[in-house]
């Protein structure tokens, strides 16, 4: 299928990802008089920020992760296609993307790619199977499945050391999202799970937070990484610090510490956040404009963040390196809305040599540790505890999109804060089994299928990995 908005003799601009950066270029569009095509490979757009509420049960998936096109149904000059993009040809002015076997090519004037980016294992990509990371709801319905099944499976255990297993949870990287994650599970079993069982004691689980760094949340330092340790520690977190994951399997992990020593960490359910790579677009985009690429994959633009020699091509968010900006939603929202601009003020004549160039107002930014408290850094202004927290309440809900999200989620944030219940407390086995059994579709699809690949092989290991936690071993068989 060929897509051509162009039928009409409007500017065409294809927005690339439907995330902070390319929802915001999108709707800074709304009264230009162009024609706006959004392709996404989601039918929503995602809150991240959140994402770890929905994991430990506080949230629902519809919170924080509204349909894009019923946030665009009203800017009559967008359009959505859902697909994932798998090439864009610079020369032509068309990208392509694919959803199941079909194909659709299409045509722009203007381009912004805001595809974001994914997890990064710095090389050990194979961490993946038994770590996964935290970018998508499937992700946080999947940790979910994980986190609480490990507890249902210790319930039913009688052994010590593999109820100790069980009930270890392993978080890797110590910054906003960990902190936030471990948190969260140390609350839900001290808190809300806390009598829920029988046979074990869901209080004495343990929250491993673990990072090479020699602090944690060291994009702060300084006072509020002291204070955010204390309050975990708290809480009940264990945190290891200057301890390098080198191995991670089904059953737990290796950990180098700074003198080369090597240990062992029991732990059935484990977690990825200690790194970022940007969307594998960025380098296409970079090969075929000779752009430079960082170590994360992020393109370097130019101040006006366009390629060299397409000034109608904006690179912006996570995928985009300039100034040593941080991935953060300001800046890809901000990155999306100065886009925009650029755009519009080409269309009206403007040469784009003359446009000014991209300045970053920065905003600050926090994370929660615990219920009532909250990190947050705003310029040199350093808030924590509940100040913090009030503060943290008060812009997630104002950037939160759509005025029923933001009523749902504060009423289960009252509910989360003020009592020990979580309303999104249920976990199916599609969501524990279902990334596993989809790649292995996949490798079988590709022609790819390895040995043990399909819960066959000679240890058991695929079948193993993340499906493991929730299934008894005789169930297994049914993931695979
Ligand atoms: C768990 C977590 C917590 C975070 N917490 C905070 C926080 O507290 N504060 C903060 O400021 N920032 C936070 N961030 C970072 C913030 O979410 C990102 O900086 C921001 O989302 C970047 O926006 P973006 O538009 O560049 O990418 P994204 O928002 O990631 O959007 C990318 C979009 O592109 C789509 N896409 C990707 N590849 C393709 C393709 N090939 N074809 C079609 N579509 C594609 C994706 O589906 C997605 O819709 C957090 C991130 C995570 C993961």
Redesign the pocket.
């Known amino acids: 299928m060929s897509v051509q908005p162009g039928e009409s003799r409007r500017h065409r601009v294809v927005v690339?990802?439907?995330?902070?950066?390319?929802?915001?270029g999108t709707q800074a569009l709304r009264r230009a008089d162009v024609e706006v095509t959004l392709?996404?490979?989601?039918t929503?757009?995602?809150?991240?920020?959140?994402?770890?509420q929905v994991a430990t049960g506080i949230l629902s998936v519809g919170d924080i992760a509204p349909a894009?096109r019923m946030v665009l149904r009203k800017q009559k000059n967008a359009q959505v296609l859902l697909?994932?993009?798998?090439t864009i040809d610079l020369e032509k002015k068309t990208v392509t993307?694919r959803f199941l076997e079909r194909q659709t090519v299409t045509e722009f004037d203007s381009l912004i790619v805001?595809?974001?980016?994914?997890p990064s294992y710095f090389g050990n990509d194979h961490f993946a199977e038994f770590a996964p990371?935290?970018?998508?709801i499937d992700d946080a319905l999947e940790l979910r499945g994980r986190i609480l099944g490990a507890f249902e499976q210790a319930e039913l255990s009688d052994d010590h050391d593999e109820r100790s297993r069980l009930l270890t949870f392993v978080v890797v990287g110590a910054g906003?999202?960990g902190v936030?994650?471990a948190g969260q599970i140390a609350e839900l079993s001290r808190r809300t799970l806390k009598d829920a069982f029988r046979h074990i004691d869901s209080t004495e689980a343990r929250v491993v937070l673990l990072d090479g760094a020699s602090e944690v949340l060291p994009v702060y330092g300084g006072k509020l990484s002291r204070k955010t340790r204390k309050t975990l520690e708290r809480l009940g977190v264990e945190i290891q610090l200057n301890a390098m994951v080198t191995g991670v399997d089904a059953e737990g992990l290796t950990v180098k510490e700074k003198d080369g020593t090597e240990r062992r960490l029991e732990s059935q359910c484990k977690v990825w956040?200690a790194g970022?790579a940007a969307?594998?677009?960025g380098k296409q985009l970079a090969e075929q404009s000779g752009a430079g690429i960082d170590r994360a994959g992020r393109v370097e633009v130019l101040p006006d963040l366009s390629l060299p020699g397409y000034p109608n091509v904006f690179v912006?968010?996570?995928?985009?390196s300039l100034d040593k900006l941080?991935?953060?939603?300001?800046?890809?929202?901000q990155?999306?809305k100065y886009a925009a601009r650029q755009i519009i003020s080409s269309i009206e004549g403007q040469d784009p040599a003359q446009r000014p160039p991209f300045k970053y107002f920065d905003k600050g930014?926090?994370?929660t540790i615990s219920r009532f408290s909250a990190v947050a850094k705003v310029g040199k202004l350093e808030i924590s505890g509940f100040l913090g927290w009030i503060a943290w309440l008060f812009i997630?809900l104002l950037y939160l999109v759509g005025f029923s999200s933001k009523l749902s989620t504060l009423l289960s944030w009252t509910q989360a804060f003020f009592s020990s219940g979580r309303n999104e407390m249920a976990a199916t086995e599609q969501q524990v089994f279902a990334r596993i059994a989809i790649e292995r579709l996949r490798a079988h699809t590709d022609g790819e299928l390895t040995p043990g690949a399909d819960g066959s092989g000679a240890d058991g290991s695929a079948a193993n990995g993340a499906g493991a936690n929730t299934a008894p071993a005789a169930d297994r068989k049914t993931a695979g």
Request: glycine share 20%.
């Open positions: 690339i990802g439907s995330g902070f950066g390319g929802l915001f392709i996404g490979r989601t929503h757009h995602l809150f991240q920020p959140l994402l770890y894009t697909g994932e993009v798998e993307s805001a595809a974001g980016a994914g990371g935290m970018k998508t906003p999202t936030e994650l956040s970022v969307s594998p677009l912006i968010g996570d995928m985009m941080p991935g953060l939603a300001q800046v890809a929202m990155g999306g930014s926090m994370a997630h």
